[in-house]
């Protein structure tokens, strides 16, 4: 498959996730393979010490045997690096004219990717979902997961991107020439990675668009609360200061701003 053949490609970061990654897969694929678009889906191993990838390779048999779909990309890590880093990889390794990222639980439908779609098509650069817009649709979280949110969310829009209502919801969709140069300029490996790539998108004139979506809560979170919130809180700092020199002019080597 060449790649001006692939519409779309959907990045799923994996860490552990044994639990859960044949459903998230399976609804993927199944979604995809309905639409009129060619698509790819790239897995990115973080550094798992369960059977994740085992469980990818079996769905991926099952799928191009009983199903007629394309088997996904699977690229690893020995080492666990951190969420971040796996999404950069996933973005460095997209061939798509669109690119998706999302999280590998699927608390967010995959369906909800036409709205996401909608605005790229409307001349976005990156749309982001939402869990905190007046019309998302989110089931309850439990309440120090919903106070941690807010007061993040209340911490970015004061220190990093003003207007944004939520950065951490784990569906966001990128063109391509987007993906790649956030990608490039990419540096924090952990959960704040959502935020430097809206802090990067608003210093290089990126146009980002926030959409409500639909989100379910889904045991098995990564995030601690404690531990992550001030790891979060030092990082919004690490992103003001690591790109306090940057704006539009800053492109990646061969491309134009």
Same mark, same amino acid.
């Given at each position: 498959?060449?790649? #001006?053949? $692939? =519409?779309?490609?959907?990045?799923?970061?994996?860490?552990? &996730?044994?639990? @859960? !990654?044949?459903?998230?897969?399976?609804?993927?694929?199944?979604?995809?393979?309905?639409?009129?678009?060619?698509?790819?889906?790239?897995?990115?191993?973080?550094?798992?010490?369960?059977?994740?990838?085992?469980?990818? #390779?079996? $769905? =991926?048999?099952?799928?191009?045997?009983?199903?007629?779909? &394309?088997?996904? @990309? !699977?690229?690893?890590?020995v080492t666990n690096r951190g969420k971040g880093a796996a999404v950069r990889r996933g973005l460095e390794l997209a061939r798509g004219r669109w690119v998706l990222f999302t999280d590998a639980d699927l608390s967010t439908p995959i369906s909800e990717i036409e709205k996401l779609l909608a605005e790229i098509a409307e001349g976005a650069d990156m749309v982001i979902g939402s869990r905190r817009m007046p019309t998302s649709d989110v089931e309850p979280q439990p309440f120090h997961r919903r106070v941690m949110g807010w007061f993040f969310a209340f911490l970015v829009r004061t220190l990093a991107v003003p207007g944004i209502h939520d950065s951490q919801c784990g569906f966001k969709c990128y063109t391509r020439s987007s993906a790649s140069r956030l990608a490039a300029l990419q540096q924090m490996n952990g959960f704040s990675f959502d935020v430097e790539h809206l802090f990067l998108a608003r210093r290089l004139g990126l146009a980002v668009v926030e959409v409500p979506v639909r989100w379910v809560d889904a045991p098995g979170t990564k995030v601690r609360a404690v531990r992550d919130s001030w790891r979060m809180l030092r990082d919004l700092l690490r992103i003001r200061l690591l790109h306090r020199s940057l704006n539009g002019s800053h492109c990646v080597a061969g491309e134009t701003p």
């Amino acid at each position: 498959m060449s790649d #001006k053949e $692939i =519409d779309l490609s959907v990045v799923i970061p994996a860490y552990n &996730e044994e639990a @859960r !990654i044949a459903d998230t897969l399976l609804a993927v694929k199944d979604y995809l393979h309905q639409q009129p678009i060619r698509s790819e889906v790239i897995v990115v191993d973080d550094g798992s010490r369960d059977l994740t990838l085992e469980v990818v #390779k079996t $769905i =991926d048999i099952y799928g191009s045997e009983m199903k007629e779909q &394309e088997t996904s @990309r !699977i690229t690893t890590d020995v080492t666990n690096r951190g969420k971040g880093a796996a999404v950069r990889r996933g973005l460095e390794l997209a061939r798509g004219r669109w690119v998706l990222f999302t999280d590998a639980d699927l608390s967010t439908p995959i369906s909800e990717i036409e709205k996401l779609l909608a605005e790229i098509a409307e001349g976005a650069d990156m749309v982001i979902g939402s869990r905190r817009m007046p019309t998302s649709d989110v089931e309850p979280q439990p309440f120090h997961r919903r106070v941690m949110g807010w007061f993040f969310a209340f911490l970015v829009r004061t220190l990093a991107v003003p207007g944004i209502h939520d950065s951490q919801c784990g569906f966001k969709c990128y063109t391509r020439s987007s993906a790649s140069r956030l990608a490039a300029l990419q540096q924090m490996n952990g959960f704040s990675f959502d935020v430097e790539h809206l802090f990067l998108a608003r210093r290089l004139g990126l146009a980002v668009v926030e959409v409500p979506v639909r989100w379910v809560d889904a045991p098995g979170t990564k995030v601690r609360a404690v531990r992550d919130s001030w790891r979060m809180l030092r990082d919004l700092l690490r992103i003001r200061l690591l790109h306090r020199s940057l704006n539009g002019s800053h492109c990646v080597a061969g491309e134009t701003p």
